[in-house]
């Protein structure tokens, strides 16, 4: 123990790392050879039952393959084991490849999504029209609230529930020193559209647990002005905890401080980084200056930055769009209005390189890299093997069976491998990561797609076919004479 405090050597830290390198390999192998172990007993399960009750008097040849699948599968798991080295290298191959290609497709597949246009459920965003970024004067919102619910019917926005403003608040735990670890960006808000209006937030994405803490905070942030939600990402990086009281000031909103209690999290995942205040207590504040002033702050007629509303159809957005365009209302500043799907494309148009490369590079090269790894071992498992596939084919096997063996023995480790490879993401970085971290506008976490339960073993079984597609067809075409003539 030292004044600094207690150090672990270098050379300890070198020897845990490789200690805890095996042990990690180890965890990701026993899925693997356990659900083997189990399909295996599944196969000689099968295998004895259609031999004990003789396939019930099946036609001959349909008996034969009923008699021969189970047989045949049973073979293809002894191969596997007879080999346990190169198996648990192309499975971890695997494994390792099908987790980055399901990341990437789940941020492409998600972005998509969000950017896809919408016929039900159009969310639509106002913003000004010449000016980033946007500065409206706060009473535009009464109006756009306004012409948003009194459409025709069965086009109007619900005025409790589908209806956003927001005010951007920069802010700073220490005004000498705005650093990444003092400052909190705020979402100034009404508290009850957290629960209806906020992506990512509702029944169908978030917990019950995490939903009724989020309704309680709502709660409390209507009886307390002065509560906040931050993200916990940015609860660490400004070392504070839940129940604390501090002070913040302001940087955009110059000369405004806020004392705010830190009254809860959001659910991890899109918002770790985020914090909401509420916009009555911001409104306050922009009073208190003008009282202690004597004059207004030079951003109060400019506070309101994004108008949202939702639309249960296409037609209410351009009917909604149609009334605020029309000449004299809401013109000074003018505004746009614009599908959600249609903005977030517009925004993330400074990435359009980044994802271009994500969708026609990175995974087609993951996707490559294990379609090498399994075609290298299974070349080499050919090699090794030549003895044995000509033993079988003067035992009778048709080329065909030699194809297939090879083949069912690779899409098997591959299937495996990418189911466990999803599965475990899936698991990991949805239920206890909340995502994983990749900064692509104001996306900052990713969580890994539904769909990734079926794409990893699919991903799985597509490359290894591949890969063993000419090491297989190699093995189908040994001739026996060449290969005892070599052992003679």
Avoid: C
Wanted: aromatic share 10%.
């Amino acid at each position: 123990m030292s004044e600094q405090g207690f150090s672990i050597p270098a050379p300890v830290l070198g020897g845990i790392a490789l200690l805890a390198v095996p042990l990690v390999v180890l965890v990701i192998l026993l899925p693997f050879f356990a659900v083997l172990g189990v399909t295996e007993l599944a196969a000689r399960a099968a295998s004895w039952v259609a031999e004990a009750t003789g396939v019930f008097g099946l036609p001959g040849k349909l008996a034969a393959f009923v008699l021969g699948v189970p047989k045949f599968a049973v073979m293809m798991f002894k191969n596997l084991r007879r080999s346990l080295v190169r198996t648990s290298l192309t499975y971890l191959a695997t494994f390792a490849g099908v987790i980055v290609v399901a990341m990437i497709w789940s941020v492409l597949s998600f972005l998509d999504n969000v950017m896809a246009e919408k016929a039900k459920d159009v969310k639509v965003i106002v913003t000004e029209k010449f000016q980033v970024p946007s500065q409206m004067p706060p009473s535009y919102e009464a109006g756009l609230t306004a012409e948003a619910t009194s459409l025709s019917d069965g086009l109007a926005a619900d005025p409790r529930k589908d209806v956003m403003s927001w005010t951007f608040v920069g802010s700073t735990t220490d005004p000498n020193n705005r650093t990444l670890e003092t400052m909190v960006f705020f979402f100034t808000m009404d508290p009850d559209a957290l629960l209806t209006m906020m992506d990512d937030l509702d029944e169908n994405t978030v917990g019950r647990s995490d939903r009724r803490r989020l309704e309680e905070h709502v709660r409390e942030m209507k009886s307390n002005l002065r509560a906040v939600v931050l993200g916990e990402d940015r609860l660490a990086a400004i070392n504070k905890k839940v129940g604390d009281r501090i002070k913040l000031y302001s940087f955009n909103y110059k000369d405004i401080d806020f004392e705010v209690e830190i009254i809860g999290t959001f659910p991890r995942g899109r918002y770790d980084n985020s914090a909401v205040m509420n916009l009555e207590y911001f409104r306050r504040s922009l009073d208190a200056y003008e009282r202690a002033k004597g004059q207004r702050h030079p951003l109060a007629d400019k506070s309101l930055n994004l108008f949202w509303a939702r639309f249960p159809e296409k037609a209410g957005y351009e009917q909604y769009a149609e009334r605020v365009g029309q000449p004299g209302r809401f013109s000074s500043p003018a505004v746009k209005v614009e599908m959600s799907n249609a903005a977030v494309s517009s925004f993330l148009d400074a990435y359009k390189d980044i994802l271009w490369g994500m969708r026609l590079l990175m995974a087609p090269f993951i996707l490559g890299v294990i379609v090498l790894i399994v075609a290298i071992s299974y070349s080499i498992g050919v090699r090794e093997r030549q003895q044995e596939m000509a033993i079988m084919k003067v035992l009778g096997f048709a080329p065909w069976q030699i194809l297939v063996l090879i083949l069912g023995e690779a899409v098997l480790v591959g299937a495996l491998s990418g189911a466990i490879a999803t599965a475990v993401a899936w698991g990991m970085i949805n239920h206890v990561m909340g995502g994983f971290a990749l900064p692509i506008g104001f996306f900052g976490k990713f969580k890994v797609a539904n769909a990734a339960l079926w794409w990893g073993p699919a991903v799985g079984a597509f490359a290894a076919a591949v890969g063993s597609f000419f090491p297989a067809w190699s093995a189908r075409k040994v001739k026996v004479t060449e290969v005892f003539s070599r052992i003679a």
